[in-house]
């Protein structure tokens, strides 16, 4: 339903069908340093870069529905 004002970071979103998330609320995604790991964005030829090497996307992970993104999507140690 209508869920406001959550804090969603440190999960694994994975293999979603159509959008990983949506949202068109008042929701934050990362908690100011530590965000999600989306299976659709921790390559690089997926737009996730990590030049400084600290296994988080130099760029946010926009989030559709609205102008809501996770500012630390982060890359999954294997």
Known sequence: QNAQDNIIFK???????G???FDNGNTSWDNGF?????????????GCRDL???SI???????SGGNNRDNFPYI???
Request: with cysteine.
């Open 11 to 17: 999960n694994n979103i994975l293999n979603s069908t």
């Open 19 to 21: 959008f990983q998330a």
């Open 34 to 46: 530590s965000g999600n790991h989306w299976s659709d964005f921790y390559l690089s030829n997926q």
């Open 52 to 54: 400084d090497n600290n």
């Open 57 to 63: 996307c130099d760029g946010p992970y926009n989030i």
């Open 76 to 78: 999954p140690l294997f």
